[in-house]
């Protein structure tokens, strides 16, 4: 059973930092992407970032310079490292990775449940 399960989200100040954290189970971690979205109350979900399980992360433009994504392979860990953040950062952050239907190939998302980020002024 794929699960996600994310932690670290909070209250913090403008200009502040935190610091989410995602375990995976039950998929092969080290070669999933792995990604952070991010969502406000009706608004779309939108990717801050994704790290492939080899090559460079990339990063939404809003975050670049600020945020940065990490991996920890041997713990199925992913790292969302926030800084300088900003009250627009508000929202509710989901960790996601992609996984195929066996047998169809179908792509399918799988969402950990979310964690709150609050960014006062």
């Known amino acids: 059973q794929v699960q996600l399960v994310e932690s670290g989200g909070g209250l913090v100040q403008a200009g502040g930092s935190l610091r989410l954290s995602c375990a995976a189970s039950g998929i092969p971690f080290s070669i999933s992407t792995m990604g952070w979205y991010r969502q406000v109350p009706g608004q779309e979900r939108e990717l801050v970032a994704r790290?492939?399980?080899?090559?460079?992360?990339t990063y939404a433009d809003s975050v670049t310079g600020r945020f940065t994504i990490s991996r920890d392979n041997p713990k199925n860990m992913v790292y969302l490292q926030m800084n300088s953040l900003k009250p627009e950062d508000t929202a509710v952050y989901y960790c996601?990775?992609?996984?195929?239907?066996?047998?169809?190939?179908?792509?399918?998302?799988?969402w950990g449940q979310g964690t709150q980020v609050t960014v006062s002024s």
């Open positions: 790290m492939p399980g080899i090559g460079s992360p």
């Open positions: 996601n990775t992609v996984r195929a239907r066996p047998g169809v190939g179908t792509l399918y998302d799988v």
